[in-house]
């Protein structure tokens, strides 16, 4: 038997070398960003190494890092129309594709990436699978001046935002913004939040991605399960 730890990241691994498979010679391709995400990385510089020709866009500054030292070429989004395939992770996905994103800080950057993408896969373990969402809180990028607003503004919609912190100081995103952790409880009506919060002035991105997800690839076990 697996420990669950080492069941976990098994999983993870299974996933990233199926979600892998779709990326074809001379793609742009999207690096998602966190834990699951660095597996997908690792693999498409191997795959470079073999003589695969990619070019990457990377979800945050700790995803371009981990890229550059691979050996992978980078391209800026802005000189980019579209892209071909990105492979990402998620917090939360329910058995319709809806997601939650975020836990790691890079949601704005992954949520431009995936609306560019022709093709989005999210590669998990199946620890991340929920009937509902909303276990997980939805972070919540927001410029600094609004935090307070926009606290009160989750409050008037039966929600509780917590301001991140690392170390007793306000966590900043790769834009120099806060992220609130916004709790709703499980979500009936994922695509309604995410239209409200979309509504609220000071809020960059939220952690809700709806009918972003071509298809999930969920590790279980030593197999792939495929959404």
């Known amino acids: 038997m ?3 730890e080492d069941k976990k990241e098994l999983e993870r691994k299974n996933a990233a070398s199926e979600a892998v498979k779709h990326i074809n010679n001379n793609d742009v391709v999207g690096l998602g960003t966190g834990s699951t995400a660095v597996y997908a990385i690792q693999l498409i510089a191997e795959l470079v190494k073999q003589g695969l020709t990619i070019k990457g866009v990377p979800t945050s500054e700790k995803s371009a890092l981990l ?7 980078l391209i800026d989004i802005n000189d980019i129309s579209s892209i071909d395939v990105t492979i990402d992770g998620a917090d939360e996905f329910d058995s319709a594709r809806q997601l939650i994103k975020g836990g790691g800080g890079a949601l704005f950057r992954e949520k431009i990436v995936a609306s560019l993408s022709k093709k989005e896969i999210i590669i998990a373990d199946s620890g991340k699978f929920v009937e509902r969402l909303g276990k997980f809180k939805v972070p919540i990028e927001v410029v600094p001046i609004a935090v ?6 989750i409050l008037r919609i039966e929600g509780k935002g917590t301001l991140r912190e690392t170390e007793h100081v306000p966590f900043i995103t790769d834009n120099g913004n806060y992220i609130i952790d916004a709790d709703f ?3 009936s009506d994922p695509a309604s939040l995410a239209q409200t919060l979309n509504q609220i002035d000071g809020i960059l991105a939220h952690g809700l991605f709806i009918n972003l997800a071509t298809i999930v690839i969920m590790g279980q076990g030593t197999e792939v399960r495929l959404y």
Not at 67 to 73: C, V
Not at 148 to 153: A, F, G, I
């Open 148 to 153: 307070n607003y926009v606290q009160q503004q």
């Open 67 to 73: 890229a550059t030292q691979l050996g992978l070429e």
């Open 185 to 187: 409880g499980l979500i």
């Open 2 to 4: 697996y420990k669950q």
